[in-house]
């Protein structure tokens, strides 16, 4: 009865029937197999065939150093190979032959570079292997520069490039395609269409001066510094050519500022409330003390337009946001304790003279 044992279940409103557990790992060995037969398959025919060339990401003009250069994958017959002497590379051999899985080795030296690349090309004369390229850095001297460093909007877009200079400051022209990597932990960078994010990576064509065009926003509500790093690497390669960090300003939301001088009066404005006298009645207090609140929130928001429209002959800087609640409170500060005394003792004065008996008869 064990051996023949049956097992009839329901699943998925139809009937799976299951006959003799042990034999069903067979199919699905066999599904696994054929699945994993297809993959390789797939992976085979999307790898063209190339000639592999291998050598040292950087070196000196006139100095030797070796280059290995095989078949991907290994040839079943011998295929001749070309080294291309066109970009101020010599060879030790410009033309061999390369036998069924052999690596050969010969020696190079750069004798001219176009803008620090040299590059390394073989060609195959055998047909199906697509030639080989490797870049080597010799003298690069190329550094990045930003487009503009002026202060950036909270959540807005500033548009920016980067391109290529010498160490006086001329423009370079791409040597070869390049790619451009920006990254930033405290900005949002965009680039066309793409979303929002902490990196982006730019392909810079053969020839350009400067790269596309790139968004970046300051997510930060109090402002301070963005900081962007920029690597410039050969598309394709493990080289770095030249690394920038730069660090940018960024205002503080626009409302910031404000509210801040504004709490700045009403925090005067709630001590001099509770200064109130006491034997008030309830409603009078209530009304009196939201007369001073208000004035002391008008007389904050004074405060900010006229230190930001530098009516008093200084300007707040609006990274230093600890200096608008002391502006507002000192504009509450003496718009109510020492003008409107001032005011109210000249008009008690006044009052005093025009009163009967005030001035000694002659």
């Known amino acids: 009865m064990i051996g023949n044992f049956y097992c009839l279940s329901y699943s998925l409103g139809g009937y799976v029937f299951v006959s003799h557990p042990m034999k069903m790992w067979f199919p699905v060995a066999c599904i696994l197999l054929f699945g994993a037969t297809a993959v390789d398959c797939a992976e085979q025919e999307t790898t063209a065939p190339y000639v592999n060339v291998e050598t040292n990401y ?10 290995y250069v095989s078949l991907v994958p290994a040839s079943q ?7 291309d002497p066109t970009w101020g590379t010599t ?23 176009v803008s620090g690349i040299s590059w390394i090309h073989a060609s195959s004369l055998s047909p199906g292997y697509a030639d080989g390229w490797t870049a080597v850095v010799v003298d690069f001297d190329g550094r990045l520069k930003l487009s503009s460093t002026s202060a950036l909007s909270y959540e807005s ?16 022209r791409l040597p070869g395609e ?17 979303r929002l ?9 053969a020839g ?43 205002d503080p939301a626009w409302w910031l500022p404000v509210l801040l001088a504004v709490m700045g009066g009403l925090l005067h404005g709630c001590y001099k409330a509770l200064r109130l006298e006491d034997d008030m009645r309830k409603r009078q207090l209530v009304s009196k003390s939201f007369g001073i609140l208000v004035g002391s929130a008008l007389a904050g928001l004074i405060g900010y337009f006229f230190a930001h429209l530098d009516l008093l002959g200084f300007k707040l800087d609006p990274n230093v946001l600890r200096s608008y609640p002391l502006i507002g409170f000192l504009f509450s500060y ?20 025009d009163a009967p008996g005030a001035h000694p008869k002659g």
């Open 178 to 194: 390049l790619e451009l990597r920006l990254a930033s932990a405290d900005g949002r960078l965009s680039f066309e269409n793409s």
């Open 208 to 250: 350009s001066q400067t790269s596309p065009q790139f968004q970046i926003r300051s997510t930060s509500i109090t402002g301070g510094s963005i900081h962007l790093a920029g690597t410039l690497m050969i598309a394709g390669e493990a080289q770095v050519l030249a690394q920038e960090d730069f660090l940018l300003n960024a």
């Open 91 to 113: 060879f030790s051999r410009s033309t061999f032959v390369l036998g069924p899985g052999e690596r050969k080795i010969i020696r190079a030296a750069i004798k001219k570079s």
């Open 157 to 172: 877009a500033n548009t920016l490039t980067v391109s290529l200079v010498d160490r006086v400051g001329k423009p370079l």
């Open 197 to 205: 994010g902490n990196t982006i990576s730019l392909k810079l064509p």
């Open 334 to 353: 003496f718009g109510f304790e020492v003008l409107l005394p001032k005011r109210g003792s000249r008009q008690r004065g006044a009052s005093d003279q």
């Open 77 to 83: 017959s011998k295929a001749k190979i070309t080294m």
């Open 58 to 67: 950087f070196a000196n003009v006139g100095e030797t150093f070796l280059v």
